[in-house]
């Protein structure tokens, strides 16, 4: 048990990852001019009980609003936003705004009941209609983030309004974790008004259902949220008035104002920096094993990878124990076999993991025709997290001769890098090589996920031929069948079935490297209590109490 | 060539050989210069046998041993990475130093032959360079420096070795001209235009030898501002690839963890940076001394 093990309260069983804070170059030079005297070791948790509530998120990189909405505008949205149902700490889903749902002709229907009284944050009503069009614009917004969750799933006709109280989504094929895909793991696709628009304008309104109501928004800096006089939940009573939503470019940095009582809690950071904490003045609160992660894709359409025996070779040479361990301070669950499916219930624990063999790595480069290895550039974005994983990438590679030159962009929090091409497709037969030192679409590069509860989109818009965010391009038959054949499984005895395909055909191909899922590390001085953040990184306040 | 022009080249020379050796002497005795050539030694061995030498590879990941604070294995401690600092201060050495001096270089022998030029010739072909200098020096250094490689390379080492280069120029052609205007007043170049001698020769047979003292200081202050330029850039995440044991990448990579009572990966290149920094400005002070500049 770890130290921080000892003090949870906040224990997720499946589907956690920490989204966390980036850490750009000039951020860290402004950091870096800090009065260091006046800050180390000040770790006075003093901050005044007030009607406030203060919590450090990671950057944006774009607006908050639901049609464009990624990274650190979760946190934002999560709050002023509601769904139809929201995935709880411990991954499972709780119903919002609809109170039950279920799926009948083998999981290719789900029939969702709305709740009655939902209210936006104006007063207006929620209606059904208000819900079929958040869905149907997901498909005719641009930009729309979050089309790559339905993309092969649903299309605009499939959502249905049966009466006031009932809407049923009649899939294109058969989805057995489909509440998922409109729940908030779906982070964009909060409930908005008929007609609104969900783009950077929403900012100014961010009309929804949520329990809070922006009260003011300065982009890329603070949110300040009053309650929601209008939300549907009468339980809704959080011991506080107002809650700031104060965006900190990385976890060291919003530390010092922590221990100095500017903050009340830090909404993610490193084990590194949450076992540096005084336990007697702050709760340092974990997940158990997540299924959040960050991994590395190996080009397998174009460049030195595509042989797959140096892709399993690479793989090979990544002492994943020793860095969960010693890097990651134990916090985190070791992933072996390279596949998302390890970290669910769904995952078939008889296929082997992987394990570090640089002997065995060294023969598949012979045999691949690269005994002495070659020179390969990384991109990627920088975070402190990220920036570990990257070096352990290039030390371990460097076992095969394999050189690894570094491009992190810290630039502007990595939204140069990453959203180049946004989206990134997967075509098959076609080779998307655009510029190889951007992140998706480089030869290497390093891309994280938030935690889901289930894998689903994973493998929709990073592992199928017709993903979106696709930077390992593999564009398999086989993978895309195992892939579909889980989506569609609608029981967990399938499920598991398919997932051992997927997993054993991850282990073959190796497309990703997942050396680790990491587990969300996030605190609050003593005195806070009821503060919960899940796997995706969502803030749940509704329950905090300050003293 | 007539006899009295000749006369004056020999009695010239004789007296630089003299001064030569009596600047020499003089270094020899001077207490800042001789430790600040020590120090620069040291690192100038380390850059060239520091991997050779290290008790770990400077890549090398220990992850039995992260964040250790420093002891008798781990001299400096290892870094949140598990790496050995003391190996990667070590290594670190070579690239801040082939990078500042390669920039130095660059811009002395830029800056020095444009200096030259301008200070022999004169008229428009002077104004217009020394006011286009100017307008470049106006510029805060670090600026230039930082958006030029973002713009052109991130992470070049060679490309900012020439953007440094290119920074550096319009000082040190500025001290040159200055000193030329001075020389070409003297009698030795009226006595080489005498000659008819052709005026590459009377540019770098006569008159820069004359104004070697203000180069050769100006080429270690330039030196001092090179260390620094390379050092703030790397820890800016531009110049030189991340994770590399470089001294300013090092203190980006680790400075966070001050914070978390974790000083030694960023205490040890930082003193490193220092201690080459001011090295290099004690050996300016000397040359400034002996030069009488």
């Known amino acids: 048990m770890t130290i921080i093990d000892e003090t949870t309260n906040g224990v997720a069983k499946t589907g956690v990852s920490r989204r966390h804070f980036i850490q750009g170059a000039a951020a860290t030079a402004a950091g870096a001019a800090l009065p260091v005297a006046g800050i180390v070791g000040s ?21 908050a609003a639901p049609w464009e909405t990624s990274d650190g505008s979760l946190f934002i949205i999560s709050q002023v936003g509601e769904w139809l149902c929201f995935q709880k700490a411990d991954g499972s889903l709780e119903p919002r705004i609809a109170t039950s749902w279920k799926s009948s002709n083998g999981a290719k229907t789900w029939t ?78 909060c409930i908005i008004k008929k007609g609104a628009d969900g783009g950077a304008a929403w900012t100014k309104t961010m009309l929804s259902a949520g329990p809070w109501k922006m009260e003011s928004y300065t982009e890329f800096e603070k949110t300040v949220l009053v309650k929601n006089p209008y939300y549907w939940d009468t339980n809704f009573k959080p011991g506080f008035d107002k809650m700031e939503l104060i965006q900190y470019t990385s976890a060291a940095t919003a530390l010092p104002a922590l221990k100095t009582g500017k903050l009340d809690a830090v909404a993610a950071l490193e084990a590194a920096d949450a076992l540096s904490l005084d336990k007697s003045k702050f709760n340092i609160l974990t997940t158990k094993a ?88 990384l991109s990627t974005w920088a975070r402190d997290d990220i920036n570990k994983y990257a070096k352990l990438i290039k030390t371990s590679f460097a076992k095969i001769g ?57 493998l929709q818009r990073e592992w199928k031929s017709t993903a979106d965010w696709s930077g390992a391009q593999l564009n398999d038959d086989v993978m895309d069948a195992a892939i579909d054949e889980y989506i569609a499984a609608p029981n967990p005895a399938k499920q598991k079935a398919a997932s051992k395909k997927v997993q054993e055909r991850a282990l073959e191909m190796t497309p990703y490297i997942l050396a680790y899922t990491s587990n969300l590390i996030y605190c609050a001085r003593k005195g806070v209590t009821g503060f919960e953040v899940n796997s995706m990184g969502q ?9 | ?56 590879k400077s890549d090398e990941q220990n992850f039995e041993f992260v964040s250790i604070s420093p002891n008798g294995t781990y001299w400096f401690g290892t870094d949140a990475n598990g790496q050995d600092v003391f190996s990667r201060v070590i290594v670190g050495s070579r690239l801040i130093l082939v990078m500042s001096f390669a920039a130095t270089i660059l811009g002395t022998l830029a ?50 070795v020439f953007i440094i280069a290119f920074v550096f120029t319009p000082n040190i052609a500025r001290t040159v001209r200055a000193a030329v205007l001075a020389e070409a007043e003297f009698e030795y170049v009226a006595a080489a235009k005498l000659r008819t001698e052709r005026t590459p020769h009377i540019l770098f047979k006569e ?70 920094a001011v090295s290099v400005n004690l050996i300016s002070d000397g040359l400034l001394e002996v030069f009488e500049i």
């Not at chain 1, 803030?539 to 003293?547: D, E, G, S, T």
């Not at chain 2, 010239?12 to 005795?29: G, N, P, T, V």
Request: proline letters at 5%; aromatic letters at 12%; glycine letters at 10%.
């Open chain 1, 290 to 377: 997540g299924a959040g992660f960050a991994h590395v894709h190996l080009r397998c359409n174009f460049g030195p990878f595509m042989d797959k025996r140096v892709r399993q070779a690479a793989a090979l040479t990544i002492d994943r124990v020793g860095y969960v361990k010693g890097v990651m301070k134990g916090i985190g669950g070791v992933v072996g076999n390279d596949s998302v499916m390890d970290p669910y219930a769904s995952a078939d624990k008889s296929v082997p993991q992987r394990k570090m063999d640089v002997n065995k790595a060294k023969e598949l480069m012979k045999e691949a025709g690269v005994p002495k290895g070659f020179t390969v550039d």
């Open chain 2, 111 to 160: 800056g020095t032959s444009l200096g030259l030029i301008t200070g022999y010739f004169k008229g428009w072909f002077d104004i217009i360079v020394m006011r286009l200098l100017e307008a470049i020096s106006s510029i805060p250094a670090i600026i230039i420096a930082l958006l030029a490689v973002a713009a052109i390379d991130g992470q070049s080492p060679t490309i900012t």
């Open chain 1, 402 to 458: 394999i050189k690894v030159n570094l491009f992190i962009d810290g630039s502007d929090g990595g939204g140069a890098v990453y959203y180049t091409y946004n989206p990134y497709p997967s075509a098959k037969g076609k080779v998307f090589a655009y510029d190889n030192h951007s992140w998706l679409a480089s030869n290497i590069g390093i891309t994280d996920w938030a935690g889901r509860g289930v894998p689903d989109q994973y």
């Open chain 2, 1 to 56: 060539m007539n006899d009295s022009s000749t006369e004056i080249s020999k009695k010239s020379d004789a007296e630089r050989l003299q001064i030569r050796k009596e600047r020499i002497a003089l270094l020899r005795r001077n207490k800042a210069f001789t430790i600040g050539i020590t120090v620069l030694g040291f690192w100038t061995l380390c850059a060239i046998f520091g991997k050779y030498v290290t008790p770990f």
């Open chain 2, 207 to 276: 008159i820069l030898p004359n104004v070697m003292p203000p180069i050769i200081v100006e080429f270690t202050v330039r030196l001092g501002y090179a260390i620094f330029a390379i050092a703030t850039l790397s820890f800016l995440g531009a110049g030189v690839e991340y994770g590399s044991p470089n001294w300013g990448t090092q203190i980006s990579e680790n400075w966070a963890q001050i914070f978390n009572n974790q000083w030694w990966p960023t205490a040890f290149p930082a003193i490193a940076i220092a201690t080459l």
């Open chain 1, 43 to 63: 770790g006075a948790a003093s901050a005044a009980a007030g009607t406030t509530f203060r919590v450090a998120t990671g950057k944006q990189v774009h607006p």
């Open chain 1, 112 to 189: 969702f009941k709305i709740r009655k009284g939902v209210k936006f944050n104006d007063g207006t009503p929620v209606t059904v209609e208000d819900i079929i069009y958040t869905y149907q614009s997901v498909f005719t917004a641009n930009p729309s983030r979050s089309k790559g969750n339905f993309t092969g799933l649903l299309d605009a006709n499939g959502i249905v309004k049966v009466d006031n109280e009932t809407i049923v989504f009649n899939l294109l094929t058969a989805s057995g974790n489909f509440p998922y895909t409109v729940s908030s793991v779906s982070y964009g696709m």
């Open chain 1, 539 to 547: 803030i749940i306040a509704n329950n905090v109490k300050l003293a």
